[in-house]
């Protein structure tokens, strides 16, 4: 059965978060992210395949090796989201900065 799922759903598993960030700096292997882990290969193969299907991860062949590579764009939709978030919370942190300095003025 293919499941339909999102970035969202990816991001939500510690595990698939902590891939994004193995591959945010360069290409790697499978084989080469599975040894950053305490699972077995099967899982973090499944999500691998999780990541790709969301396209999170981007596979690029090299011979017989396949690399899996961060891919940018799906990452500027899940900051997009989010931004909105962070601009709210920015502005309540400032306003309770600006009410702390006017109590501690008194």
């Known amino acids: 059965m293919n499941m339909r799922r999102d970035v969202f ?12 960030l193995l591959v945010a700096s360069q290409s ?14 099967p899982t ?13 991860l981007v596979q690029e062949h090299n011979g017989r090796e396949i690399y899996y590579c961060l891919d940018a764009t799906k990452m500027k939709e899940i900051a997009a989201f989010i931004d909105p ?18 109590y501690k003025n008194k």
Request: net charge positive; aromatic share 8%; hydrophobic share 45%.
């Open 9 to 20: 759903q990816a991001i939500a598993d510690p595990t698939r978060r902590a891939i994004l």
């Open 85 to 102: 978030f962070r601009k709210m919370w920015d502005e309540r942190f400032n306003k309770l900065e600006t009410v702390m300095k006017k």
């Open 44 to 56: 973090v193969s499944k999500h691998l395949q999780i990541l790709t299907e969301c396209e999170l």
């Open 28 to 41: 790697m292997t499978a084989g080469a992210i599975a040894s950053n882990f305490d699972t077995a290969r």
